[in-house]
C-alpha cells in the first residue's frame, strides 16, 4: 500500500511540474513577445559602405566602418541590431552628400555631418527606427587624384646561411619594379613597395621563389608577386699584411710606428676573391687624436670593397717615436 501511494503520487506530481515549467515558458515567451512590440531607446551600431565615389577620386584616409548610433526604435528592431542579425550596410552616395563637389579634380576634402542625413540612413536601417545621435557626427572625405606610378619593389626577407656560405649580392626581385594604381599624396611619397615578410635559413644555393607583394589597402597593383632571387655562394678567407699610414701630422715632425705594418685577415665570396689585394684595405693612424695619456696611437682599419664579408686585424695599438725634422 506505502508502495502503491508513493508511486501515485511521484507520478501525479511530475505532471504538475511539467504543466507549471509549460505554463511558465508560454507565458515568458508572450511577456518577449509583447515587451518587443514596445519602443525603447537604446545604442546600436551599423555597417556603413561607400558608394558612387568619383572616378577620377580616391580616398587616402580611412573611412569609418560603421555608425554608433542611439535611436528610438520597437524591441525587435534594437533586438536584431544587438544579436547581429542583420548585416546589411547602411550605403552613402558620396556623390549626393558632397553635391557632386569632389567630382571636380581640383577639390579634394569635404566634411558632412551625419546628422543632416538622419532621414535617410533611418530609412535604410528601419521605418521604425528614429535616429537621436550618430557617431561620428560627421565624415571627413579626404580624397586625392588617382595616378599610375612604376614603384621599385623591395625584398623583405631575414636570411641565414649554411656554414662557410654567404650572400652574393644583394637579394632582388623580376620584376624589379611594379606599376600601381592609387592616390597621387600616396604615390608620391612611396619609395617602394615591399615585400610580405620571408624568412629562409640554412642557404647554401641561389634561391629561386615566388613571393606575395604587401599592397597597402589604398592601392592596386598590376601583379600580386614576384620572383624574389637570393644568390648565395661560398666564402673563402684571405691574409694581407699592410702598411700603417700616419695622417695629420704636423710639418716638423716625423712619426715611426712600431710595428710598421698590421695584419689583416677577411672573409669574401670566392667569385669576388680575385678583385681582392693589398690595396683593397688601408690603416690610419689619425695623429690628432692621440692621447698623451697614452704610449701608442689607435689604428682604424677601412676597406673599398663592399663584398667583403668581414675584416679583422692586428695590433690595434701601435707604438710610436715622434721625431723633430732637422
Known amino acids: 500500500m506505502i508502495d502503491l501511494f508513493k508511486s501515485v503520487f511521484s507520478n501525479q506530481f511530475k505532471e504538475k511540474v511539467f504543466v507549471f515549467l509549460a505554463c511558465l ?15 525603447y531607446t537604446d545604442r546600436i551600431s551599423v555597417p556603413v559602405g561607400y ?23 520597437s524591441g525587435y528592431t534594437i533586438l536584431q541590431y544587438k ?56 565624415i571627413n572625405f579626404n580624397m586625392s587624384a ?13 636570411l641565414t646561411y649554411y656554414k662557410e656560405f654567404t650572400l652574393k649580392k644583394t637579394p632582388f626581385t623580376n620584376p624589379d619594379s611594379v606599376w600601381v594604381r592609387g592616390p597621387q599624396n600616396i604615390l608620391d611619397t612611396m619609395k617602394a613597395i615591399h615585400t610580405k615578410a620571408y624568412e629562409f635559413n640554412e642557404l647554401s644555393h641561389n634561391l629561386l621563389r615566388n613571393v606575395q607583394l604587401d599592397v597597402p589597402s589604398e592601392l592596386i597593383c598590376n601583379t600580386k608577386e614576384v620572383l624574389l632571387n ?51 684595405f688601408k690603416a690610419v693612424i689619425n695623429f690628432k687624436k692621440r692621447s698623451q695619456a697614452m704610449s701608442k696611437l689607435s689604428v682604424q ?21 715622434i721625431e723633430h725634422k732637422k
Open 83 to 138: 544579436l547581429r542579425l542583420v548585416f546589411n550596410p547602411v550605403l552613402l552616395d558620396v556623390n549626393e552628400l558632397t553635391d557632386n563637389f569632389l567630382a571636380d579634380k581640383y577639390i579634394s576634402k569635404y566634411t558632412i555631418s551625419t546628422m543632416n542625413h538622419k532621414v535617410e540612413i533611418a530609412k535604410q536601417i528601419s521605418n521604425d527606427v528614429q535616429i537621436i545621435s550618430i557617431r561620428p557626427d560627421s
Open 301 to 321: 682599419l677601412t676597406h673599398y670593397l663592399d663584398t667583403v664579408i668581414s675584416a679583422d686585424y692586428f695590433p690595434k695599438e701601435v707604438e710610436y717615436v
Open 146 to 158: 588617382v595616378v599610375d606610378r612604376k614603384v621599385k619593389v623591395h625584398p623583405i626577407v631575414k
Open 25 to 39: 515558458v508560454l507565458a515568458s515567451l508572450l511577456w518577449f513577445l509583447n515587451a518587443l512590440e514596445k519602443h
Open 230 to 280: 637570393i644568390p648565395v655562394e661560398q666564402y673563402t678567407e684571405a691574409t694581407f699584411e699592410i702598411p700603417v699610414n700616419v695622417i695629420n701630422v704636423p710639418d716638423s715632425l716625423l712619426i715611426k710606428t712600431f710595428p710598421s705594418k698590421v695584419k689583416v685577415s677577411c672573409r669574401i665570396g670566392i667569385s669576388e676573391y680575385n678583385k681582392l689585394n693589398n690595396n683593397s
Open 51 to 73: 558608394i558612387d565615389i568619383p572616378n577620377n577620386k580616391k580616398s587616402s584616409g580611412q573611412l569609418p566602418q560603421k555608425l554608433d548610433m542611439t535611436v528610438d526604435a
